[in-house]
């Protein structure tokens, strides 16, 4: 009977032997078809290499295949949570490409959608990393009340909840009514509270200081050097955003404040993603009270058989997810020689393994939660 | 503080890394942007000198990205003397037009987007050009110098077949080890799915299940 126990004996590793682990591409904290090529010792991570391409499907050339026009659907599907600024994103570069001019009401309601889209995905996000952290369910609910409620105004004022395809050269599609508008009044008066709510549920809870707190730090000078933008680099104490640096739309008339962290760890980029939602209550406030009556689009600009003159442009926003951009090369035909994204979530996945290094395994699950990817942009 | 033109970058460049030879790109697009095409010796050191200058500081490369150009034919119509027979034999010589095609050899062209956080500048645009769309289509890496470009050059090799010497990691990114061709160039023609179409058939019929149903 002993003999027959000790047959049965677990395997024990040696001391210093390294374990490889694959996490995911099924893995529910990948948040999508992402794999991590993990390799421990005992529990410390020792080394990671992140590996996605699951959902390529070369976005970049069916761009290039396609009229400027039928591009937008396309974009719609890069963040599939931030429609709206991908949107955003493409329409400047193509007007910084052939040199249009939006009308203010357009830009004002730019300004209301994308600030919206920010709001829901920071809640959206919060509520997923406290899900990871085992705060199971009610966060994250929390979360999704409030970005139905944000999705039912998209669908009023575009027809879709997430592939909203809104934006246009010049404009916009639609305009919005003055219903619309009071319903966005409405909404955004409320948002205060739930952000005080959402925010009261879990900050000073004690197991998520001691999980978050100088967990997977991002050091200033590294997050600078490797491109990292959006919350996470001004979870790193980098002021740079881009809606102050380039003032892109009518950035330049609303005051609010670009929140800043200070150790660059798992909770400051919580905190990052929880008063940036303040800031954008701020904008919306503003936005919806100085909005102007007219055009929402120039009549004479080309929507479809759209030529741009030969040359190149790149025009950049702050999307919710850091700076996202798109470079356009035009040969003075109907459709891009060349479309290029720049996917803030892939770019902002170089340093994953610079943060979990000498962590724990367990960490490298809200590490990864507090980057705040969409493998649709990743892999596009 | 405004960045100079891209004249007195280029006159900057030269005078602080010798040998450097750097041309300034036209851009015929409403935005202007003119960029500056580096050569390959100096690349590196050009790239470490924009980013620690001190008064640009251009610390962030935003975006980084492959284009393809193919093989161009330019046609001219030059006017030419040639000595022509008449059709009663008599020669003379007259002024003929001809049409003379000049054949500019494909590249593949690295473009880089820098921009300085600390001083809030940009953006600067670098290209690199290879010699050619084969066994020459290889560029120094700036990876050493703006780590965000690691992923991004990987992808430029991934999908363009630009082969980053001096890059730490140049594997594919996006599409799987196994693949071969770069689909993002511009001749690239997708595979044809081979997949054999089984039609099931009933065991003891010998027609088709349509056949049988029918």
């Known amino acids: 009977?002993?003999?027959?126990?000790?047959?049965?004996?677990?395997?024990?590793?040696?001391?210093?032997?390294?374990?490889?682990?694959?996490?995911?591409?099924?893995?529910?904290?990948?948040?999508?078809?992402?794999?991590?090529?993990?390799?421990?010792?005992?529990?410390?991570?020792?080394?990671?290499?992140?590996?996605?391409?699951?959902?390529?499907?070369?976005?970049?050339?069916?761009?290039?295949?396609?009229?400027?026009?039928?591009?937008?659907?396309?974009?719609?599907?890069?963040?599939?949570?931030?429609?709206?600024?991908?949107?955003?994103?493409?329409?400047l570069a193509v007007e910084k490409l052939a040199g249009i001019a939006v009308p203010e009401r357009a830009e004002y309601i730019r300004v209301i959608v994308a600030e919206l889209t920010r709001f829901q995905n920071h809640a959206g996000l919060v509520g997923f990393l406290l899900q990871d952290m085992g705060a199971s369910g009610t966060p994250l609910m929390y979360a999704f009340r409030e970005r139905e409620k944000v999705l039912d105004l998209f669908e009023s004022l575009s027809g879709a909840r997430m592939m909203c395809n809104y934006m246009r050269f010049g404009g916009l599609r639609v305009d919005a009514t003055a219903s619309w508008l009071a319903e966005v009044r409405q909404l955004v008066g409320r948002l205060p509270r739930f952000v005080d709510e959402f925010e009261n549920l879990l900050r000073v809870n004690e197991i998520l200081m001691a999980r978050t707190q100088g967990?997977?730090?991002?050091?200033?000078?590294?997050?600078?050097?490797?491109?990292?933008t959006g919350p996470m680099l001004r979870a790193s104490g980098v002021n740079y955003d881009v809606r102050k640096v380039d003032h892109y739309g009518v950035y330049d008339r609303f005051h609010f404040r670009v929140p800043l962290g200070e150790h660059g760890d798992v909770y400051d980029r919580y905190m990052m993603r929880i008063l940036e939602m303040r800031e954008t209550v701020k904008i919306l406030e503003q936005a919806v009270r100085d909005i102007p009556a007219g055009p929402i689009i120039d009549p004479k600009v080309?929507?479809?058989?759209?030529?741009?003159?030969?040359?190149?442009?790149?025009?950049?926003?702050?999307?919710?997810?850091?700076?996202?951009?798109?470079?356009?090369?035009?040969?003075?035909?109907?459709?891009?020689?060349?479309?290029?994204?720049?996917?803030?979530?892939?770019?902002?996945?170089?340093?994953?393994?610079?943060?979990?290094?000498?962590?724990?395994?367990?960490?490298?699950?809200?590490?990864?939660?507090?980057?705040?990817i969409v493998l649709g942009e990743v892999d596009r | 503080m405004a960045l100079p033109s891209?004249?007195?970058?280029?006159?900057?460049?030269?005078?602080?890394?010798p040998g450097a030879a750097v041309t300034v790109i036209a851009n015929g697009s409403?935005?202007?942007?003119?960029?500056?095409?580096?050569?390959?010796?100096?690349?590196?050191?050009?790239?470490?000198?924009?980013?620690?200058?001190?008064?640009?500081?251009?610390?962030?490369?935003?975006?980084?990205?492959?284009?393809?150009?193919?093989?161009?034919?330019?046609?001219?119509?030059?006017?030419?003397?040639?000595?022509?027979?008449?059709?009663?034999?008599?020669?003379?010589e007259q002024e003929v037009e001809e049409v003379r095609k000049t054949k500019t050899p494909g590249y593949l062209e690295?473009?880089?987007?820098?921009?300085?956080?600390?001083?809030?500048?940009?953006?600067?645009?670098?290209?690199?050009?290879?010699?050619?769309?084969?066994?020459?289509?290889?560029?120094?890496?700036?990876?050493?110098?703006?780590?965000?470009?690691?992923?991004?050059?990987?992808?430029?090799?991934?999908?363009?077949?630009?082969?980053?010497?001096?890059?730490?990691?140049?594997?594919?990114?996006?599409?799987?080890?196994?693949?071969?061709?770069?689909?993002?160039?511009?001749?690239?023609?997708?595979?044809v799915d081979e997949v054999p179409v089984v039609v099931p058939q009933r065991p003891g019929s010998a027609g088709t299940p349509s056949e049988v149903h029918r």
């Open chain 1, 1 to 91: 009977m002993r003999d027959a126990l000790a047959d049965l004996a677990v395997y024990e590793p040696e001391e210093g032997e390294i374990m490889e682990v694959s996490m995911g591409p099924h893995h529910p904290s990948t948040h999508g078809v992402f794999r991590m090529d993990v390799k421990l010792e005992g529990e410390r991570v020792v080394r990671l290499k992140p590996v996605f391409g699951y959902l390529h499907r070369n976005h970049e050339k069916i761009a290039e295949h396609g009229a400027y026009l039928s591009a937008i659907p396309y974009t719609d599907r890069l963040d599939y949570l931030c429609s709206m600024t991908n949107n955003w994103g493409y329409v």
């Open chain 1, 215 to 228: 967990v997977g730090v991002l050091p200033r000078e590294l997050a600078i050097n490797a491109g990292v």
């Open chain 1, 302 to 372: 080309r929507l479809r058989g759209l030529r741009p003159k030969a040359g190149e442009a790149y025009g950049r926003i702050e999307s919710p997810k850091g700076e996202l951009g798109f470079f356009l090369i035009s040969d003075g035909t109907g459709n891009p020689y060349r479309y290029r994204v720049r996917p803030p979530s892939m770019i902002n996945l170089t340093i994953l393994e610079d943060m979990c290094l000498g962590e724990n395994i367990a960490d490298t699950v809200i590490i990864l939660g507090s980057v705040d």
């Open chain 2, 6 to 17: 891209p004249e007195q970058i280029k006159t900057q460049i030269e005078a602080g890394v």
């Open chain 2, 30 to 92: 409403p935005s202007a942007q003119r960029s500056l095409l580096l050569d390959h010796a100096h690349a590196r050191s050009v790239a470490e000198f924009l980013r620690d200058h001190a008064e640009w500081r251009l610390d962030y490369c935003s975006l980084m990205t492959g284009v393809d150009w193919l093989d161009a034919e330019t046609s001219q119509k030059v006017k030419v003397k040639k000595v022509v027979q008449a059709a009663d034999g008599s020669e003379s």
């Open chain 2, 110 to 191: 690295a473009v880089y987007h820098l921009f300085s956080m600390e001083k809030k500048h940009g953006p600067v645009v670098l290209r690199m050009r290879t010699t050619d769309r084969g066994d020459g289509a290889r560029l120094p890496s700036l990876t050493p110098v703006w780590r965000s470009a690691e992923f991004q050059e990987r992808e430029a090799f991934d999908l363009y077949g630009i082969v980053f010497e001096g890059h730490p990691d140049l594997r594919r990114i996006l599409m799987w080890d196994g693949f071969v061709d770069y689909p993002m160039r511009k001749d690239y023609v997708p595979p």
